[in-house]
């Protein structure tokens, strides 16, 4: 069900449960990772993967200052 209503999109497009782990996903989101490998959690990877940073609300990754004036 969730597969056939992402297929008909055009950009970017995921579902995740609770745990932000992916449910299913569309091309044109997979298209967004190299490989289109997609991580298996959207929160973990925009967290903890030096590579999802950019995505994070400080732009920085985990343990080093945001460049972002508080």
Do not use: K
């Not at 992402?6 to 992916?22: C, F, K, M, R």
């Not at 190299?34 to 991580?39: L, S």
């Not at 959690?41 to 940073?53: E, I, K, V, Y």
Request: charged residues 15%; negative net charge; glycine residues 8%.
């Amino acid at each position: 069900m969730w597969r056939e209503a992402l297929e008909g999109q055009t950009h970017p497009a995921y579902i995740t449960d609770a745990s932000w782990e992916v449910i299913v996903h569309n091309e044109a989101f997979a298209r967004l990772f190299p490989g289109g490998q997609v991580p298996r959690n959207t929160m973990r990877w925009m967290l903890l993967d030096p590579s999802g940073a950019p995505c994070s609300p400080t732009g920085t990754p985990p343990g080093r200052p945001s460049s972002s004036p508080n």
